[in-house]
């Protein structure tokens, strides 16, 4: 969906771990067996002072961003930080296939990610100055809604970047 509106909007989309990824020339499932959380969110923070020192753009970053204050803070100052809203059941059934995500290996999936909701909603709820809720419409679709959250926003307070 990040990919939809950043073409929207006419600018650059960067995911984050994509980035990271990229900069380290390993995956991330690899950052995390090397460098465990710490080390992989130490990088997170890097990539994403980079990103957002840059020309605005839409930048997707991974759900344990919001965890470090500093990148709370980063998000805030850098654009609109966008909220996907999306409940622990339809995570598993888009997370079904994907065996990549080291924080979901070995633990009861259900279990660990209303886990990291619990933890991690209230800081998004806090941060994020739109709030969309995803379900079973597809990314363009979604996009176009989000597009149109983001007008009636801008339209209140003026067009500054765009961070998802």
Request: some cysteine; hydrophobic content about 50%.
């Amino acid at each position: 969906m990040g990919r939809h509106l950043a073409g929207l909007l006419g600018r650059p989309f960067i995911d984050l771990d994509g980035r990271i990824e990229h900069d380290c020339g390993a995956t991330i499932r690899w950052i995390f067996e090397l460098e465990g959380e710490a080390g992989f969110r130490a990088r997170e923070r890097a990539a994403l002072l980079a990103v957002a020192e840059a020309a605005p753009a839409v930048i997707a970053t991974g759900a344990g961003v919001v965890l470090d204050p500093a990148n709370r803070q980063t998000l805030r100052a850098a654009g609109v930080v966008i909220l996907l809203a999306v409940d622990v059941a339809e995570q598993l059934r888009r997370l079904a296939r994907d065996t990549a995500r080291p924080l979901l290996r070995g633990a009861d999936r259900a279990e660990r990610l209303a886990e990291m909701a619990a933890t991690r909603e209230p800081l998004y709820r806090a941060l994020a100055q739109i709030t969309l809720v995803t379900r079973a419409s597809g990314p363009l679709a979604s996009a176009r809604a989000l597009l149109r959250e983001l007008h009636t926003f801008e339209a209140s307070t003026g067009p500054p970047g765009v961070n998802q």
